[in-house]
């Protein structure tokens, strides 16, 4: 059975052993307009170099109603996202990353998330659309791993004690 994470996508490392990544359309909005070329712009660092290409190369699930296209190894799915995940997690094996509040919420509440990795920036933001929204039952976790980065950013890695 595929092991299914939420997690940020700006920590390279995570992405590096991901097999499948799964965007809401307003995530696949975001960084399709930008990494498809990031390995290209002026001074561009070698980390985001490296990043760009694996995001390319890299298959895609994006889940919307209203998104017509897609490119770069990404393929688009309008039904429901949860009957899909669960079908990609039974059929695929390999590990996937969720990107996007919306579609992280929906797999959180299906209990489809087997691990949890938590990305905090050094800034706070007052608004946007929550990834922890109101669950039926409370996740328990463990903790495997915390990473702090020379910019302020600190990695908790989780895994759901089921």
């Known amino acids: 059975m595929g092991h ?5 996508l700006n920590i390279a490392c995570q992405f590096s052993a991901t097999g499948l990544a799964l965007y809401g359309r307003k995530l696949w909005e975001t960084m399709s307009s930008h990494w498809p070329t990031a390995d290209k ?20 699930v994006v889940f919307s109603s209203t998104t017509s296209t897609v490119d770069w190894n990404t393929r688009l799915v309008t039904g429901d ?20 509040a919306t579609l992280a919420a929906a797999a959180m509440r299906a209990g489809l998330i ?10 706070l ?26 910019d302020g950013v600190v990695l908790a890695r989780y895994d759901t004690r089921r």
Not at 114 to 123: G, K, L, Q, W
């Open 125 to 150: 933001v007052g608004g946007g659309t929550p990834f922890f929204t109101a669950l039926d039952n409370w996740v328990n976790l463990s903790l495997l791993e915390t990473r702090t980065f020379p």
């Open 114 to 123: 087997d691990e949890y990795a938590i990305v905090t920036h050094p800034v």
């Open 41 to 60: 712009q002026p001074g561009a660092t070698p980390a985001a170099i490296e990043f760009a290409g694996r995001w390319r190369d890299m298959p895609k």
């Open 81 to 100: 996202a949860v009957t899909e995940i669960t079908r990609l997690k039974v059929d695929d094996g390999g590990p996937m990353e969720i990107g996007g």
């Open 4 to 8: 299914t994470h939420l997690a940020s």
